[in-house]
């Protein structure tokens, strides 16, 4: 019984992932502003998941309390802006650029508690931090006679760098909200996203009709709703060490979509910084240490 629980949740996260692996793609063909973007990903995934929430009976006076709600309205603030910053670094790099910075999230996570919350870092976790930083300056190796423009590359990565800090921010806030389902979290933080970016919006600017839609309206069903629904239920029969290690099918999809679609290259110094992103964040996640224990010699 637990061995099907377990396969469930398996291809419960495998599915979620390989959604968000499509994400760079979809925001990359509705060619629109990040602005734009985020704004109808807020729109349509309110419509999807407010749909879902109703079915399900989330909708209970219980769950919206004040303190709950507070939480749950700054993480939808850092959520929305690191979906803008994410998506700004996408048209600035490269979906495959912009995603291995991205995921070095969990050491801001690591770094945000220790500084708000008096949480201590060991030197194992240390030490990682400090791969992890050597492999993102390998990720981000500037060959400048192939860039167009120096400048917006490096602002490109900053956004990428902004987007994570976001995330983790979130991740701490969530963290605090106590006893209200995460659709119900999902559902109001993107609903405020639709207030929050009205005013930067251009929807002027979007043509009435056009392919672009297929994308927007996508990635607010599928991306937004679809995934988090996936998602939230793997949450739920997966052990923390299946979830850290299945994540990393997220950026692996999302450099096969940018290279099979766009044709984005890396070089080897670039694959080299992938590997210790990931291998320091997934070490990050499970608390591995960063050398082994060296056994004791007990005298005689």
Not at 64 to 73: E, G, M
Not at 139 to 158: E, P, S
């Given at each position: 019984m637990k061995t099907k629980h377990n396969s469930g949740g398996v291809l419960d996260m495998l599915i979620a992932m390989i959604l968000s692996g499509t994400l760079g793609v979809f925001v990359v063909e509705s060619d629109q502003s990040s602005f734009n973007v985020v704004f109808y990903r807020c729109l349509f995934g309110t419509l999807a998941l407010g749909a879902f929430c109703y079915y399900r009976g989330l909708f209970k006076p219980a769950?919206?309390?004040?303190?709950?709600?507070?939480?749950?309205?700054?993480?939808?603030?850092?959520?929305v802006f690191n979906w803008v910053f994410l998506f700004k670094s996408f048209a600035l790099t490269s979906i495959t650029i912009a995603t291995v910075v991205y995921h070095t999230q969990p050491f801001f996570v690591l770094l945000l508690s220790a500084l708000i919350f008096r949480t201590t870092i060991n030197r194992?976790?240390?030490?990682?931090?400090?791969?992890?930083?050597?492999?993102?300056?390998?990720?981000?190796?500037?060959?400048?006679?192939?860039?167009?423009?120096?400048?917006?590359?490096?602002?490109?990565?900053?956004?990428?760098?902004?987007?994570?800090?976001?995330?983790?921010?979130?991740t701490l806030a969530t963290k605090q909200i106590q006893e209200q389902p995460p659709h119900l979290t999902a559902l109001m933080q993107v609903a405020l996203g639709i207030i929050l970016l009205w005013p930067f919006a251009t929807l002027s600017d979007v043509p009435t009709i056009g392919n672009h839609w297929y994308y927007l309206i996508g990635l607010g069903v599928i991306h937004t709703c679809v995934m988090y629904i996936y998602l939230y239920a793997a949450f739920q029969r997966l052990p923390v060490t299946s979830i850290a290690a299945m994540s990393f099918i997220y950026p692996v999809v999302a450099m096969i979509c940018d290279y099979l679609i766009y044709g984005t290259h890396i070089n080897l110094s670039q694959i080299l910084g992938i590997l210790l992103v990931f291998i320091s964040s997934l070490a990050v996640n499970l608390k591995w240490r960063f050398l082994p224990v060296r056994p004791r010699i007990v005298s005689n």
């Open positions: 769950y919206f309390t004040k303190r709950n709600v507070l939480i749950t309205l700054l993480g939808g603030a850092c959520l194992h976790q240390l030490l990682w931090v400090i791969t992890a930083f050597i492999g993102l300056v390998l990720v981000t190796d500037l060959d400048v006679a192939t860039l167009v423009d120096v400048n917006a590359y490096i602002a490109g990565v900053g956004f990428a760098l902004a987007a994570a800090v976001l995330y983790a921010v979130l």
